[in-house]
């Protein structure tokens, strides 16, 4: 199963605070136990919604948007590629996580959809 690990923003990620260098090295570390695994497949991190844009498509028409985007909690600051066998591993592998932020967060898991989803 391939599924998108979403680590969601918080105001010190949104801010641009970056992280400590202990928090450098334990998601290095961390990261080289995924791939070691096979389990990671891509990942990489954000920079705050403030340097980024969205495009609205309505109809054929398409207008582009100047972050910062709000809610914070619902941004993405951060997100991992995996293949893994099911849900239950993917949160297995996050229970081992360090926290990436330097505040309490939150990651969410999205699996892929697969050929087979869209046959009837």
Known sequence: M????FVKATKDSEAGVMPTR????SM????????????MKGGG?????????????????????DGPFAPT?????????????SMDEA?????RCPNPMLVDSE????????AADFIQ
């Open 22 to 25: 202990e928090l450098v090295e």
């Open 73 to 85: 909690e619902a941004q993405v600051s951060g997100y991992w590629l995996w293949e893994v066998a």
């Open 28 to 39: 290095g570390q961390y990261n080289a136990a995924l791939i070691a695994a096979g389990v």
């Open 91 to 95: 949160v297995e592998w996050l229970k």
């Open 45 to 65: 991190g954000l920079k705050p919604t403030s340097q980024g844009k969205r495009i609205r498509f309505s109809g054929v028409n398409r207008s582009v948007i």
């Open 107 to 114: 990651i969410e898991i999205r699996p892929e959809f697969e």
């Open 2 to 5: 391939k599924c998108m690990v």
